[in-house]
């Protein structure tokens, strides 16, 4: 794959005592060409065809609901590189061949399917088709609405005859019908006479079907784009996705009435099953002649207008998708059929209502101001409507890695989810991250079942999955990460705490806790110090596994342990009845709570006297200083470098100590996170987009302001800059969420630990102030602030309110809906 | 696949301390069923037809000469459980696909291809096919003959008609001629008439044709045999050789020319050609008809004989196998021709008389003899002559793991004949262990490539391969294993001690020592305690992976780098010549051999001064003590645990520490030795037949009888009673190769540190005496003991040859060949 950039200047050191090089990958300043994307608050524009790192562009451009998903390739075809089309959660399953396999080794394969495509409409007037890569265009204009929850296109070409045609796209998936995209073209020719083709098609890609109609022809298809930096596919990029030999989609019922076509297909190996529809309406006052079609991997309807000057042609076109585990294809169809038929009711311009009130809604709730920062706040606003737009109706789904934009990382479900995107979630969509919370709790027989036969009690969640079995083929740095356990455990706590929502925990969220709380308190041993030990487990940092007594490890899973015990004795107290029905539902035992409690006192925290630093595991820093690529690194270091070179070094691809400090931040001191951060920062690569964000908020914490900027510059725009040269593969949702955390917790300043709330400011100097909300215990809170005070104020939703109690700057201050409260500085 | 039998009953415990359960795989006393195999000393025999565990008889009645390998399969055909023929080093390869991809792991896969089968002589009596396992059968013996190097069979068989037909087969893989194998069918029908037919065929069996001349059904062939206990292939075995989807042989050239057919290959990926060619000679006084013909996959040369009653009829059959990496299929056909037409015009006569000639010479030097024990005495020949038989004509290959007898862990060469079969070789046959040296001298270059790979100097010798490239799909048990470096190393120095060949030694084997001890310097670095440590490797137990400063590897490292200084130093003084060419091969610079010593001085070796012992690792002791399964032993592990489970325990599947106790014992004192073994031993489960050989070497040593004669017997036996349940697979040679240790330097106490050459007897006590021979710097020595005294005798080779030095029982004696030397003990 095409390498991040490296610039040989090193970031300015952070600590007092730095006589080791600075290993961070640094990645430059992002610079995003003005002149081609212009400043606007509330959009992603771009006012010239992409002619390079088309895929890229089309993550950047990706519209979804968290259930559809479409990248940002044009209606009408050709330039592309990479034509998808994704539904969360429907995937391929293929045995995992192991080149030597053991016991325990992950067995089922699992890959995000590249649905079949219902974007595509070919136009051609005066039969010449359409293709804006080479199209003589006098105007063109693409922007994501971030208000309107819209992707739109303008453009004038002349075609080849020299008439001039002027057509508006308009795009969207729906939030409000969670089956449902619309696509609008607004088409005239002011001045000339020409036939017109709108030709809609839906057409079955992930079988090989390409622009041309026929199967994928590998050399055709590379030279019939323009690719030269999205050209990822070298020897090898394990966070790339699996191909298929085979046909995947097996076709199943085609229908074509008039001018609604359908398509419905079951896997071949996972046995989902997928039904797509389209229907249209064509509005103009031209001719017009219409031809449908369908075949198993493409269905069409074709309109033949014949345009005269000045008379608009508007196609509307709505297309829907219907998947299950287990539905025939007849039931999908029915389903089809209706989501077709209402909206075909509503008309388009009412679901185009409904996206800009629930995405008003979202802002409302959700946005973060960076007043006279237009730059900032443009890209700040696009990752936030990128989380948003990738989670609101994943619903019973999981948040893929790559959301619903790409098919990297094989549209698996990681931690990323949990410690990245949860909370964003809980702090300002509540339901969609107690939605997320249940998928979890759904998935908790596979977790059991992985945990028996890893011979473990408990449950042991999988690495990386969408169907709930393990998918991580790579157990060193896939099932070795036990954390997931933790991090889904924490994720329910501070879901559970932020909201207050009792229900949740109480039936399910504690069923999680308790399950996790088993397996940490089974894997880890008595030491001959007395303490409890993890051994041979791989922390969230990957360029180190398989290690013993993990800091980040330790810490969460002592965490999970003391929240289980908490909370199950918390129940008893309040619901005997509640209590009872989850003792039955995870056998509990008496002994246990007792068992985690002291398992959870015991826990070794590996800590190095002289060097008054946590290790980032019992021996990392017996290891060597990395001292491989002083004169030219090479990064990432994973493409270069076997694995067991990487792990003879203190050298760190994530955040790994310095995350547990961000989350269990209340058990370290200050001092100690200092001498952490100054430790670790400089051995961070970043080479993983999980790291930035991280270190921002940790740097803003200590006041390193000089290194939070840079990090947060290069999360902010690890995408819009494909700092990392693979955001072709689809956005890196994870690193979204990361934004709102540093913009929240970074610089805001804000805290809920254990339910304390607390706002320490750190805003930056080069920034006037900062807005954000947060969702807490029902209530909507507006937190204000510049560089001499914080004022927080209170939207009640319900009636009997309680105060909520707040920290900030150290000073205590009771938040009501009566009035906003003002803290000054010092 | 099966498991090893268990008992649960544990053996006695060793040391003093034993407050841990013993974990060794306990195989229990091995029983041999006398009435089906009764005691010889000079043969192994078989009086019974087998009917189940087909797959481990064909493995122990293989023939090879290190060349060719043949199983133990009838000539008639059919009742098998694998029909293998194997030539080594012939082999093909394909892209090894990673579940999940790296920088720097294995590309290449390779495996040992099942060549054509040149073996088959059908047999048919009134048109009746003779079958073994259901033929009515008034006599049947087989026996390998340890002195004539020949495996043998008669029958006396009814036809359904009542017919009795006696056969003989004499089957030899030649030891004279490399590439020559010979059958004799001595067939006679004493009263009766009858139509004899023999269907002498070459059959390609790795590209499916089956017994019954159709693409392999694998219902058919598996309902063809008999075998239950053999039917390794469950789920998984890492041990267990590749599949292949496709075609692997694409057929060349046929020719039948009368009595002699001829095929010829080229494989689809490695590009390897192999010819085999078969020619015939039948003396009969019976009227016989032939017809011959030859396709793709089988090459046939029917007899049909009109038997009358008395008349003998002798079917001789000469095969021929040619290969080459290059090598054009005519020219490889001309080589057969060469080969048959020679063996034609000498006879089989003159090849049986070179063949028990060979195998006598090899006797006069090899044999051990364990007087008043014959059944002991049966089965230790059997091993040494599997070692005999598997290497001496390997000559430019390498010695596989399993030999020529079977396609187990893909015909692939590791450290087993480095560490287990080496030292047999250069104390009985350093023709051939020289031979094995110069073969990983010319695997130099590509061991160099290697090291580049990996970013390290010197060069990395893979650790498992055919080609030269590393194959070890599985990194953590594979590349890991850095101390096959060291392996080779040793084995080079003990080679040179022992046999003297300075040349050798001078001319290539410096090399290894130099480019090997680059490797270790550059590999370790120093840390803060001014040590050397050497990090993320593996040892030999594989029950650990990816270690911190192994024990094993940090002392073969420093002996590594220690020799490469010692003798490069050497050289220089006494042959400038030859050390300026070796400078300039190697590219020497002078400050090297400084920074080898300086390395090996500050070589850290880890050591527990509490419990006075070495931990296998810098931190080792740190792990769980195993405690999975102590109500049922799940044995051996790597089949029921996850890696990651396993390699959080103090759990071991061979010897580690104490193989380094044994190599390089004299860097051990006794008190440390016992405190090591004391330690490990019960931790050791013995999954791996490499540790049962190791352990008793160490137990003998150290007086432990009661430990030493039951590892002795697990090992002796590991094949001949199918201990470990996989010698279906192939014999496990290395094994053998340390039983010929587990006698001379175990029981027989003999040692040879750094040229200096000890004998310490440690005779049991239910042995009266024991007699070994040993090739030692040109002279032949014979090592006479029982429980009084040692006596040895040297056979003088040359004329001009000094006098050995010895200490026996510690006394100081001096040999040479005027007369036997005798000590009396104490």
Redesign the interface.
């Given at each position: 794959m095409s390498e991040p950039t490296i610039h040989e200047e090193q970031i300015t050191s952070t600590g007092p005592h730095r006589d080791r090089p600075n290993l961070r990958s640094y990645f430059g300043t992002p610079e995003v060409d003005r002149s081609a994307h212009p400043v606007d608050p509330w959009k992603w524009i771009e006012t010239e065809p992409p002619t390079e790192k088309l895929g890229v562009v089309e993550s950047i451009f990706s519209l979804g609901n968290g259930y559809i998903g479409i990248r940002g390739t044009p209606e009408e075809g050709r330039d592309a590189f990479m034509n998808g089309t994704y539904i969360n959660g429907f995937h391929e399953t293929w045995d995992?061949?192991?080149?030597?396999?053991?016991?325990?080794?992950?067995r089922v394969?699992q890959s995000i399917i590249n649905a079949p495509d219902a974007k595509t409409i070919r136009i051609y007037v005066d039969d010449e088709p359409l293709r804006v890569s080479t199209a003589d265009l006098f105007f063109y204009e693409r922007s994501l609405d971030f208000r309107k929850g819209t992707l739109n296109r303008s453009l004038e070409w002349r075609t080849p005859s020299g008439k001039k045609v002027l057509i508006d796209f308009t795009r969207m998936v729906s939030f409000s019908d969670r089956h449902l995209g619309i696509e609008i073209i607004d088409l005239v020719l002011p001045e000339d006479h020409a036939p017109v083709v709108l030709s809609s098609q839906i057409l079955n890609r992930q079988d090989g079907q390409d622009e041309f109609g026929s199967t994928q022809d590998p050399d055709r298809w590379v030279a019939s784009v323009n690719m030269p930096d999205d050209s990822v596919n070298t020897?090898?990029?394990?966070r790339q996705a699996e191909d298929f030999a085979n046909r995947v989609l097996l076709p199943l019922l085609q229908v074509d009435e008039g001018e609604t076509v359908k398509l419905s297909y079951r896997t071949a190996h996972s046995g989902m099953t997928l039904a797509v529809g389209a229907t249209h309406e064509l509005s103009t006052k031209n001719d017009f002649h219409i031809t449908s079609t369908s075949t198993a991997d493409q269905a069409k309807v074709e309109y033949q207008v014949s345009a005269v000057p000045g008379e608009p042609i508007r196609l509307v076109k709505f297309f829907t998708y219907h998947d299950s585990r287990r539905m025939s294809a007849q039931e999908l169809l029915d389903r089809v059929d209706r989501t077709l038929r209402r909206a075909m009711e509503h008309g388009p311009e009412k679901y185009l209502e409904q996206q800009e009130k629930i995405t008003g809604d979202f802002w409302k709730h959700a946005d973060v101001e960076i007043p006279g920062q237009p730059e900032v706040q443009q890209a700040v606003r696009w990752n936030l409507f990128q989380l948003f737009q990738n989670s609101l109706r994943a619903e019973d789904l999981g948040i893929a890695a790559k959301g619903v934009t790409g098919s990297g990382y094989s549209g698996h479900y990681f931690w990323d989810t949990e410690i990245y995107v949860m909370p964003f979630l809980t702090y300002t969509m509540p339901q969609v991250a107690r939605n997320n919370l249940r998928f979890r709790y759904q998935m908790l027989p596979k977790a059991r079942e992985r945990a028996v036969?890893?011979?473990q009690k408990g449950a042991l969640y999988p690495w990386r999955t969408i169907n709930g079995e393990e998918a991580?083929?790579?157990?060193?740095?896939?099932?070795?990460q036990y954390h997931i356990d933790a991090d889904i455990a924490y994720a329910t706590m501070q879901y559970a705490r932020a909201t207050g929502d009792s229900d949740f925990l109480f039936r399910e969220g504690l069923d999680i806790l308790v399950e996790t709380a088993r397996l940490w308190e089974d894997l880890g041993?008595f030491?001959k110090d007395g303490k409890l030990?993890i051994?041979?487990?791989t922390g969230p940092d990957e360029y180190t596994t398989?290690v013993?007594d993990n800091l980040f490890t330790n810490v969460m899973a002592r965490y999970n342990m003391r929240i289980a015990a908490e909370w199950v004795e918390q129940l008893q107290r309040v619901d005997d009845e509640s209590f009872q029905a989850m003792v039955r539902r995870v056998g509990l035992q008496p002994e246990e709570i007792g068992r985690w409690k002291r398992a959870a006192s015991a826990m070794f925290i590996p800590f190095d006297e002289k060097m008054g630093i946590h290790p980032q595991d019992?021996?990392f820093l017996?290891?060597?200083i990395w001292n491989?690529d002083d004169a030219q690194p090479k990064r990432p270091l994973?493409?270069?470098?076997?694995?067991?070179?990487i792990?003879?070094y203190q050298v760190i691809k994530q955040a790994d100590v310095v995350l547990a400090l961000f989350l269990r931040g209340v058990e370290f001191t200050e001092e100690l996170k200092r001498a952490d951060f100054d430790y670790y920062d400089p051995l961070t690569t970043g080479d993983s987009s999980l790291s930035a964000v991280v270190q921002c908020i940790l740097a803003a914490e200590l006041g390193y302001h000089n290194v939070a900027m840079p990090l947060f510059q290069q999360a902010l725009y690890v995408d819009l800059c494909n700092l990392h040269g693979n955001s072709a593969d689809g956005l890196h949702i994870a690193s979204c969420g990361g934004i709102w955390s540093a913009l929240v917790f970074g610089f805001g300043g804000y805290r809920d630990y254990d339910g304390r709330l607390t706002i320490d400011p750190a805003l930056p100097e080069e920034w006037e102030g900062l807005k954000y909300r947060l969702h807490i215990r029902g209530e909507h809170v507006l937190v204000e602030m510049d560089h001499e005070q914080v004022t927080l104020s209170m939207v009640s939703c319900d009636e009997d309110d309680e105060p909520l109690l707040f920290e900030v700057w150290g000073k205590e201050v009771e938040l009501t809906d009566q009035a906003p409260v003002t803290v000054q500085k010092g």
């Open positions: 995992i061949r192991h080149a030597e396999d053991a016991y325990g080794l992950a394969g020897t090898f990029d394990p036969e890893l011979d991580s083929a790579y157990y060193a740095a896939g099932t070795a041993f030491g030990h051994h041979g487990v398989v013993n019992a021996h017996e290891r060597e491989k994973l493409l270069h470098y076997h694995p067991l070179t792990y003879r």
